[in-house]
């Protein structure tokens, strides 16, 4: 399994923004990232300092359970589960997400 593979895409939304700049009082900033089902924390550090040149102090891993939805009229499915995972970089590392 290629390191470049591990991460799916970075999660944009309104908390992870928050997290990713640099919260007052703290010396730490948080990515999320949606990552493959199959991926473990210790992959996800080598593969983030491989691919954006940074040392990650922490990694923590979510797994996001599927919610059910109203598809049709008496129809009912569900969302996919995914993993995400949330990379914590010292103060002074960033990665630039957005271009």
Known sequence: MSMYSLLIEPI???KSNILRTEPKGTEKRYYV???RQDA???EL??????IF??????????NVKPKKKN??????GYTRSYKKAIIVLDGKD???IVK
Not at 57 to 62: F, G, R, S, V, Y
Not at 71 to 76: A, E, G, L
Request: charged share 40%; with cysteine.
């Open 45 to 50: 550090m080598k593969a983030v300092e491989k």
């Open 40 to 42: 473990n924390k210790s």
């Open 71 to 76: 598809r049709r009229m008496s129809k009912r």
């Open 94 to 96: 960033k990665i630039d």
């Open 33 to 35: 990232f949606k990552v």
């Open 12 to 14: 944009l939304t309104e």
């Open 53 to 62: 040149n940074v040392h990650p102090l922490d990694c923590k891993i979510i």
